[in-house]
C-alpha cells in the first residue's frame, strides 16, 4: 500500500504561482509512475502530468498547462511537486496526487492504483 497526501493548495490571483506536494509513504516512490489529476467544477477528473525514471526523469502534460506546469520529484525525500506558473481561472480545481505500479505512465484515470485525497487550488479573475 501506498499513502499520497497533497498540501499546498491555496487561493491566488491570475497570473500568480502555486506549487503542490505531495508526501508518500507505505514504499519508496522509486519505481512509481507518479502523476497529478485534477477535478475542476463540473468537469471529470482529468489528466494533468506525470513522471517516470527512463534513464532520467521524463515528464508528460496535458496540452492546456505546456509551459505553465512543471512536475518533479526527489526520490530521497519521497516527495512529489507540482509547480504551476501563470495560473488561470479555468486552473481552479481539486488536484489530486497519484501513483501506480504499472511500467508505464498513462493519462487514463483507471490505470492508477493510488490517490491522495486532495488539494483546492482557486484562482481568481
Known amino acids: 500500500q501506498v499513502q499520497l497526501v497533497e498540501s499546498g493548495g491555496r487561493v491566488v490571483r491570475t497570473g500568480e504561482s502555486v506549487r503542490l506536494s505531495c508526501a508518500a509513504s507505505?514504499?519508496?516512490?522509486?519505481?512509481?509512475?507518479m502523476g497529478w489529476f485534477r477535478h475542476r467544477p463540473g468537469s471529470e477528473r482529468e489528466f494533468v502530468a506525470a513522471?517516470?525514471?527512463?534513464?532520467?526523469?521524463?515528464?508528460y502534460y496535458r496540452d492546456s498547462v505546456k509551459g505553465r506546469f512543471t512536475i518533479s520529484r526527489d526520490i530521497n525525500k519521497n516527495m512529489v511537486y507540482l509547480q504551476m506558473d501563470s495560473l488561470k481561472p479555468e486552473d481552479t480545481a481539486v488536484y489530486y496526487c497519484?501513483?501506480?505500479?504499472?511500467?508505464?505512465?498513462?493519462?487514463?484515470?483507471?490505470?492508477?492504483?493510488?490517490w491522495g485525497q486532495g488539494t483546492q487550488v482557486t484562482v481568481s479573475s
Open positions: 513522471i517516470i525514471w527512463l534513464g532520467g526523469d521524463a515528464e
Open positions: 507505505g514504499r519508496t516512490i522509486n519505481g512509481l509512475a
Open positions: 497519484t501513483a501506480t505500479t504499472g511500467g508505464r505512465v498513462t493519462m487514463n484515470v483507471g490505470d492508477y492504483d493510488y
